[in-house]
């Protein structure tokens, strides 16, 4: 029991030397609880301390506080309000705790490790065994902040898509399987260690890919327009390496026919509409471009170098895909989706063809969260 004035005690730890109080006998001890229990002192006049080490390097260490009065006319316990004012320190009670509820492993942040030290003095004087202790670093998300006052200050939620949190992750499309790789990989060391979204989101590639079905999706579409002499069927696969799974049939021509491709593709001024035909650029008049069908088999369209690019039909849908840039900062992407994309599910995760995966959030607006490509 130590009734000494704080800023006196800490004087005495940093120089290394007991107090008055330190050599006290067990009686004299147990009459200043007893007085302390009844509340005859107040709170910061008298503590009781674990006698640890007065020469250890760390002064925190030395003799540190077991338990302390608290004010609790002032400062009411939440649950218990003012009934005690006796309270146990956070290492005290965790000891105590650690030792009743036969605990073997305490897994604690490299931060905190200095609180193993302390507790280590409770398990000896009591003659128990302590829990062996692992100590961890932090994990830091490259280019992203995981910091609290960050999220505040930008006043984002903690599962924003923009955020490197466990719930911003989840909400952004990153699969459980991926981040529990990622920290295996990393490891349970002392050390922080620094990981990079561009590594989680590879993993995360190689979960989703053979889950998520194609779908074409026209960024920056433009109207195409081609003559079809006969009449095709385009069978899209619903996934390239599930044949299994089906495809969904676009059915066009014969005659002039109306589609959309992307801008930039549209540039190319050659290239092969996926599971369709062979086109070359021949004109354009304004944003129309007219394109003349030039062969219908892959062979054809490899042997001229020709991209295969994907498109949508006319009777396409609007759709918008936003992507995270930055904390806080989202870009929006406006295009069309081809109509077979109505049978998806909020939720649903999808790959659309030469873009990346994406993350359906609204069936409304056909609204989709880029997660990554
Ligand atoms: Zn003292």
């Given at each position: 029991m130590d009734t000494c004035k704080t800023e006196e005690w800490r004087k005495l730890r940093n120089a290394g030397k007991a107090c008055p109080?330190?050599?006290?006998?067990v009686e004299e001890n147990l009459e200043l609880w007893d007085k302390m229990l009844r509340g005859d002192f107040r709170e910061g006049e008298s503590v009781l301390r674990v006698k640890?080490?007065?020469?250890?390097?760390?002064?925190?260490?030395?003799?540190?506080?077991?338990f302390r009065i608290i004010d609790v006319e002032r400062n009411p316990h939440p649950?218990?309000?003012?009934?005690?004012?006796v309270w146990p320190t956070y290492n005290f009670a965790v000891s105590i705790d650690d030792h009743l509820m036969g605990v073997t492993h305490v897994l604690r942040a490299q931060e905190h490790s200095v609180n193993t030290v302390k507790q280590s003095f409770v398990f000896k004087h009591f003659g128990w065994t302590q829990p062996v202790t692992i100590h961890f670093g932090r994990l830091k998300v490259e280019g992203g902040s995981l910091s609290k006052s960050k999220l505040k200050a930008l006043k984002?939620?903690?599962?924003?898509?923009?955020?490197?949190?466990l719930a911003g992750l989840r909400s952004r499309g990153i699969q459980p399987e991926a981040i529990w790789e990622l920290i295996l990989s990393v490891g349970i060391k002392p050390s922080d260690a620094t990981v990079s979204l561009a590594n989680l989101f590879s993993i995360n590639r190689k979960i989703l890919d053979p889950k998520a079905d194609r779908y074409m999706f026209v960024p920056e579409p433009v109207k195409l327009v081609i003559n079809l002499p006969k009449r095709i069927v385009a069978k899209i696969p619903v996934h390239p390496s599930f044949p299994e799974r089906g495809h969904r049939e676009y059915e066009l021509g014969p005659g002039e026919v109306s589609l959309y491709i992307s801008r930039k593709d549209a540039e190319l001024g050659s290239f092969r509409l996926m599971e369709l035909a062979n086109v070359v650029v021949r004109r354009k008049e304004g944003d129309v471009y007219y394109g003349e069908?030039?062969?219908?088999?892959i062979d054809e369209a490899r042997e001229a170098k020709m991209p295969i690019i994907q498109w949508t039909p006319d009777n396409s849908r609007e759709a918008v895909v936003i992507r995270p840039v930055a904390a806080g900062k989202k870009a929006v992407e406006r295009g069309l989706i081809e109509p077979?994309?109505?049978?998806l599910r909020e939720g649903d995760i999808v790959q659309f063809l030469r873009y990346g995966f994406v993350k359906l959030a609204s069936r409304d607006t056909m609204e989709f969260i880029y997660i990554h490509e």
């Open positions: 109080h330190r050599g006290q006998s640890t080490d007065l020469t250890h390097p760390d002064p925190s260490v030395r003799d540190w506080v077991a649950l218990v309000g003012a009934k005690y004012h984002l939620r903690y599962d924003d898509i923009t955020m490197p949190t069908v030039v062969g219908y088999t077979g994309a109505e049978t």
